[in-house]
């Protein structure tokens, strides 16, 4: 059995000669140059292959990806009809969580606009609403959403998720599919999105959506935070949107097109905290650790965990 990485990133060997240090008995290889022959392969560990490079395997049993998103996978027409596991690990959901609660109190506690006035010597003091009177609204309300969702409520924000299927979590509102959408943006200052990029996702957080969000809440305003995904946004409506003073301030970690482009009206706008797709860096070492279990497992005739549904695309 050999196990081909196909890391489609800078740091590809560090995760293969990780994996060949923690289980010797493997056969591990790295793409391209060590894929050997394509009969071989029976397990791939991916991240943004190439499309049609996965079809080559014949005897290939299981895809891993070693992030929480598929969407790098699930948009190749030619994508072997195996299980797909994706990544639900704690560190990532810590890492993720820490991320989103960071920017919810930076807008909440009006930290871009005291940045701007240290620079100008400037001291000027702003009014300040308590936590308990903004409303959080988490798009995409699984494991990183709830993970995120429950420190917040625990700072005393009003925190609601909305999902395709409707949760039940302690003092969260939950708000589930299309018919429910407007009502959840309608009580939303602070709008998270940790949503995946799927057909039924694309481009969403959009001029239309934000025109829902109430402009009269404690913050004088609403604000955008996306670490899910950037296909799920439109950069230009959110710029227009800052411009237009529709959106407060926005923190983005994911754009339509990654890096960004140097001339994007994004990187300068005074309401904005960019980021470079690093809300929750995976650890080669966790992610390595547990697709390694779940590799031993399978082969003793267990479960596999965590396998996307590929109807849904997530
Ligand atoms: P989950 O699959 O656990 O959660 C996804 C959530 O989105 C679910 O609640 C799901 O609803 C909801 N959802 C999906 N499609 C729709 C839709 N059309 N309408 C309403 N709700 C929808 O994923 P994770 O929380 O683990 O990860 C979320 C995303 O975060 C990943 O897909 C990835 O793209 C991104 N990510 C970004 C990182 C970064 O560094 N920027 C790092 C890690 C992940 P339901 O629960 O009903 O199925
Ligand atoms: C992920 C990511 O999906 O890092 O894990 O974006």
Redesign the pocket.
């Known amino acids: 059995m050999a196990v081909l990485f196909v890391l489609n990133r800078y740091n590809a060997s560090d995760w293969s000669d990780m994996m060949r240090d923690r289980a010797p008995d493997l056969d591990v290889r790295l793409w391209p140059d060590e894929t050997g022959n394509p009969v071989d392969i029976r397990f791939v560990v991916a991240w943004n292959p190439p499309e049609g490079e996965l079809a080559k395997f014949p005897n290939l049993e299981v895809i891993f990806s070693i992030?929480?998103?598929?969407?790098h996978l699930m948009k190749d027409p030619h994508l072997p009809k195996v299980p797909v596991v994706?990544?639900?690990d704690p560190d990532?959901?810590k890492?993720?969580t820490e991320?989103v609660v960071m920017n919810v109190l930076l807008h909440h506690r009006r930290f871009r606009l005291y940045d701007d006035q240290q620079q100008a010597r400037d001291w000027t003091e702003h009014s300040q609403p308590a936590a308990s009177e903004v409303r959080v609204g988490i798009?995409?309300?699984?494991?990183?959403?709830?993970d995120a969702g429950l420190i917040l409520r625990d700072l005393g924000f009003q925190v609601a998720?909305?999902?395709?299927?409707r949760?039940q979590v302690e003092g969260i509102e939950s708000f589930?599919?299309?018919g429910e959408?407007e009502a959840f943006l309608g009580r939303t200052d602070i709008l998270v999105s940790?949503?995946?990029?799927?057909p039924?996702?694309d481009r969403?957080l959009n001029r239309g959506l934000f025109a829902l969000l109430p402009q009269d809440g404690a913050l004088g305003g609403p604000f955008l935070i996306n670490?899910?995904?950037g296909k799920v946004q439109s950069d230009a409506d959110i710029l227009d949107a800052l411009n237009e003073g529709v959106l407060k301030g926005a923190s983005l970690?994911?754009f339509e097109e990654e890096p960004l482009a140097h001339d994007s009206g994004l990187w300068v706008h005074p309401g904005m905290m960019l980021t470079p797709?690093?809300?929750?860096?995976?650890s080669p070492l966790a992610i390595n650790d547990y697709i390694l279990d779940q590799l031993r497992g399978y082969e003793l005739g267990e479960t596999l965990s965590n396998v996307v549904n590929a109807e849904?695309g997530?």
Do not use: C, I
């Open positions: 992030g929480a998103g598929v969407d994706r990544v639900v990532l959901t890492r993720m991320y798009m995409g309300f699984g494991t990183l959403g709830q998720g909305w999902s395709n299927s949760k589930a599919g299309g959408l940790l949503l995946p990029h799927t039924d996702t969403m670490a899910g995904r970690d994911v797709h690093v809300a929750a860096e995976s849904r997530y």
